[in-house]
């Protein structure tokens, strides 16, 4: 939801990637300028969001309606580095593994200033424990374990969402996961996100 300031960079660092993908945007109810540059992108799959339930809500709801084998969100404020991210789906798709991640670089938007975050080695054990060994942007995962762990609990987990459902995840995987070292996303840091305006929710459903 309004995310006009940033969501075209991310559109157009999706675009070009050298593998078939399904790019659904889920609206929920922009009064900004993002619906108009959604139009301009004949191959978005552009949905509105049914239940006024948070981002987590949304997510899910795209989820559900992805037909790929693979499949991972990404925040409108954030974007792609396509060299990595095409090594992410080469690694799942060579290899069969549950999911894969990789690393990613912190954008701060107020001193224009970029921060490595290099993924973390034994990531299924991480994740297990409720530890990101990398940037939530930089993962890929198969749609039919998303679908037996029941998605995301977006009724319990406003703010950690993601936190709950990695964790899930992980815990329900068989297979091994995959690691690239290098970066895959990028992480825009601006204090206006989720986690940054509602930080003691976020620990607090983090500790649940």
């Known amino acids: 939801k309004d995310g006009g300031r940033f969501i075209e960079k991310l559109i157009a660092s999706i675009v070009g990637l050298k593998f078939p993908f399904e790019h659904i945007v889920v609206e929920g109810g922009s009064t900004d300028n993002t619906r108009e540059i959604l139009e301009r992108y004949s191959h978005l799959k552009v949905i509105e969001q049914e239940k006024s339930a948070g ?8 989820f559900a309606l992805a037909k790929g084998k693979y499949v991972t969100w990404i925040n409108a404020d954030d974007w792609v580095l396509p060299r990595g991210y095409e090594r992410l789906y080469a690694l799942i798709a060579e290899n069969e593994y549950d999911l894969v991640y ?25 994740f297990r424990n409720g530890v990101f060994p990398c940037l939530q942007p ?11 762990v029941g998605g995301l609990n977006f009724e319990e987990f406003k703010i950690a969402g993601d936190v709950d459902f990695f ?19 990028v992480f825009l840091k601006y204090g206006e996100s989720l986690g940054d305006r509602s930080h003691q929710l976020y620990l607090s459903e983090k500790e649940n």
């Open 167 to 185: 964790t899930r995840y992980a815990q329900a995987a068989s297979k091994p996961f995959g690691r690239v070292r290098e970066p895959c996303v």
């Open 55 to 62: 981002m987590y809500a949304a997510i899910d709801q795209g």
């Open 102 to 126: 990789g690393g990613g670089r912190y954008y701060y938007l107020d001193n224009q200033n970029y921060v490595d975050f290099k993924s973390k080695p034994c990531g299924k054990f991480l």
């Open 138 to 148: 930089s993962t890929m995962y198969r749609k039919d374990l998303v679908d037996k």
